[in-house]
């Protein structure tokens, strides 16, 4: 049996594998599309101002210190990158939410056995509206004074440097956030007990949420992870309430 922190590509594979099956694959198409279109005005805009972003973060050497250049660049890059990912990831999934909540329910009809092919209802997804954003502000609420936080450790010299690291593993627990939010709030969980299971489960959430994390970073590969992602989670939320039979390890 694998560690609890390597868990995280079994669910993400068992995730993917089922929102391409065809009981599942109308409630992807949607979501993607959406975040497809997103997806590429960001990059557009990003790219634009892609270089003017770096060298704002990146600190002022004096001259005899400017070899270091050569080596913070890469860490500035990843940093951009990261900052980047999570404007695109916080837009997306706030547009997605009711999607991902209604996806992962149907996630669980199906591994239960109790529908191969669940109808997608328009009428049930817009029942879910108003919860499922309600719970996407709430996670924004947890994010943004951290993020915050970080953002302001980016910009003072030598400390900038642990910057990237930590926005790599706030990235990771982020994403367990986000994506076991969805599953919770389907069984009525509220926040601070689903906070708490987390913290209960952190080598395992951080796991998921690393690779996750790392596959999200992949441009357009992202645009069908986020669906497997939120399958995934429900997966893992299921296991972990027996739910259903143990994943093969």
Same mark, same amino acid.
């Given at each position: ?5 390597l868990?995280?590509?079994r669910?993400?594979?068992e995730g ?32 634009s ?10 600190? *002022?050497?004096?001259?005899? $210190?400017?070899? !270091?250049?050569?080596? =913070? @660049?890469? +860490? %500035?890059?990843?940093?951009v990158l ?17 999607f ?8 669980e ?5 109790d529908?191969?092919?669940?109808p997608f ?18 996670k924004?609420?947890y ?6 936080a970080?953002l302001?450790? *980016?910009f003072?010299p030598? $400390?900038?440097? !642990?910057?990237?690291? =930590? @926005?790599? +593993? %706030? ?5 367990a ?13 509220g926040w ?5 299971w987390?913290?209960?489960r ?6 998921f949420g ?11 590969v ?13 997966l ?14």
């Amino acid at each position: 049996m694998s560690p609890p922190v390597l868990s995280g590509p079994r669910y993400l594979r068992e995730g993917l594998r089922l929102v391409l099956s065809p009981g599942l694959r109308l409630f992807v198409i949607i979501p993607v599309t959406i975040n497809l279109l997103l997806f590429a005005g960001l990059v557009y805009f990003a790219v634009s101002q892609f270089r003017g972003w770096v060298e704002g973060l990146m600190p *002022s050497l004096p001259a005899w $210190l400017a070899f !270091l250049e050569y080596l =913070l @660049w890469p +860490l %500035f890059v990843l940093l951009v990158l990261v900052m980047v990912f999570f404007t695109f990831t916080l837009v997306a999934n706030l547009i997605a939410a009711p999607f991902n909540g209604f996806l992962s329910e149907k996630v669980e009809v199906m591994v239960r056995g109790d529908d191969a092919a669940p109808p997608f209802r328009w009428a049930e997804l817009l029942a879910m509206l108003p919860r499922t954003i309600g719970r996407e502000l709430r996670k924004l609420g947890y994010f943004l004074p951290r993020a915050a936080a970080l953002l302001v450790l *980016s910009f003072i010299p030598v $400390l900038n440097l !642990l910057a990237a690291p =930590l @926005w790599l +593993l %706030f990235g990771a627990w982020m994403m367990a956030v986000q994506y076991i939010d969805y599953p919770a709030d389907n069984h009525k969980m509220g926040w601070n007990e689903m906070m708490g299971w987390l913290r209960q489960r952190r080598m395992r959430s951080l796991g998921f949420g690393a690779v996750t994390y790392a596959a999200l970073l992949v441009p357009l590969v992202n645009l069908l992870i986020m669906p497997a992602a939120v399958a995934a989670a429900t997966l893992m939320w299921m296991e972990e309430h027996d739910q259903r039979p143990r994943l093969v390890h």
